[in-house]
């Protein structure tokens, strides 16, 4: 039986892209060699980490405009700690939407003063704050595109003079913004890019060299960017899952076809969440709908167990809600084909019918 994927990450990756990585394992450009065993300063491997660099500026319409693409470790959850030790001066501003920018905060004031812009707390996060004023004399600005969690994904970025940062993890590549607006962009692979394991930092070079105190190696984004992503071994396999990901992207059009395809997606759910009289949507309001995570819930619990036996008998996977929010959240990244989203809607119109 065919799999319906919404798994909130790691998550649905392409078919044809699982196929190549998966003959790459065993047998990398003819070399008759792994993928996996071959040397990273290899001339193969290079390319491969050089052309994912350079598709990522491509896609986010930023080559040429000082940005520089980098591939690290340590998922989005190191860059809560190495924006701030690169960028954090004396005092940041962060807009805290969720758990993720929650555990940013956390780390950034492990490095100077944090001020809280706004929050969405008190009502669990169930909706995204506007109209806060950011400090000029702020050195950045840390916001959460999406939150996977609470399914809430701001709309509208706000105008500062001050440099913008963006975790991006659970949205990257799926829909089209003014990327040039951010001075520094990371997002875990494992949402729209690929498996787990690498991370890719987007950064505008002439935001560094602001802060005094010494930054460890590992932790220098100039030392990452003079060494092209290759101070330490890089994560091979996730690097270039990616790398075919961001082809396969490339392939079908770029941001704009896919952001077209995500939107089909997510209207045709929510529509019949709001249509459906057995379900309710998590969400407080509705401009704050993620695209790429909707959170939902039975009005009636006692349709648990006949909603969740109709889930595994049509093949859908990885539904149910984290456990802080409980329900059920669909998650609907790039690779997610519209036919997914049109079974779990046929699902529950089938509950429905036999309520």
């Known amino acids: 039986m065919k799999k319906h994927n919404f798994s909130a990450g790691p998550c649905i990756l392409p078919q044809s892209v699982l196929q190549k990585s998966a003959e790459a394992v065993l047998n990398f450009n003819n070399s008759n060699l792994s993928l996996i065993e071959i040397s990273h300063r290899s001339k193969d491997f290079v390319e491969v980490m050089d052309t994912a660099r350079s598709l990522a500026l491509e896609h986010l319409g930023l080559q040429n405009k000082g940005y520089q693409a980098l591939f690290l470790q340590g998922g989005a959850s190191f860059q809560f700690l190495m924006a701030a030790y690169n960028l954090l001066e004396k005092k940041a501003a962060y807009l805290n939407t969720g758990t993720w920018s929650s555990n940013a905060i956390k780390e950034a004031k492990f490095l100077g003063e944090v001020v809280e812009v706004a929050t969405s707390k008190s009502d669990n996060f169930n909706f995204i704050p506007k109209n806060y004023n950011i400090p000029k004399d702020a050195d950045y600005f840390h916001c959460t595109s999406n939150n996977t969690i609470f399914g809430t994904q701001i709309q509208s970025f706000p105008e500062t003079e001050i440099p913008m940062v963006c975790d991006m993890s659970s949205d990257i590549f799926s829909r089209q913004l003014d990327f040039s607006?951010?001075?520094?962009?990371?997002?875990?692979?494992?949402?729209?890019?690929?498996?787990?394991?690498t991370t890719l930092v987007v950064i505008k070079e002439d935001i560094l060299g602001k802060v005094t105190r010494a930054i460890p190696s590992m932790l220098n984004y100039k030392v990452q960017i003079d060494k092209e992503s290759m101070f330490n071994t890089p994560a091979v396999f996730p690097v270039y899952v990616?790398?075919?990901?961001?082809?396969?992207?490339?392939?079908?059009?770029?941001?704009?076809?896919?952001?077209?395809?995500?939107?089909?997606?997510?209207?045709?759910?929510?529509?019949?969440?709001?249509?459906?009289?057995?379900f309710e949507g998590y969400v407080a309001k509705k401009e704050d709908r993620s695209k790429?995570?909707?959170?939902?819930?039975?009005?009636?619990?006692?349709?648990?167990?006949?909603?969740?036996?109709?889930?595994?008998q049509a093949g859908i996977n990885g539904l149910n809600g984290h456990r802080s929010v409980?329900?059920?959240?669909?998650s609907m990244y790039n690779a997610l084909p519209l036919?997914?989203?049109?079974?779990?809607?046929?699902?529950?119109?089938?509950?429905?019918?036999?309520?």
């Not at 049109?342 to 019918?353: C, I, N, S, T, W």
């Open 181 to 197: 607006k951010f001075s520094l962009i990371y997002a875990g692979a494992q949402k729209n890019m690929g498996p787990a394991g």
């Open 242 to 278: 990616s790398m075919l990901t961001l082809q396969w992207l490339k392939d079908l059009g770029g941001i704009s076809a896919i952001e077209k395809v995500n939107n089909q997606k997510a209207d045709l759910l929510y529509n019949e969440i709001d249509r459906n009289p057995l």
């Open 292 to 312: 790429m995570n909707a959170t939902f819930n039975l009005r009636n619990e006692e349709l648990k167990a006949t909603f969740d036996d109709h889930l595994k």
């Open 326 to 330: 409980g329900g059920y959240r669909a």
């Open 339 to 355: 036919e997914s989203v049109q079974v779990l809607v046929d699902v529950m119109q089938a509950v429905e019918k036999g309520a």
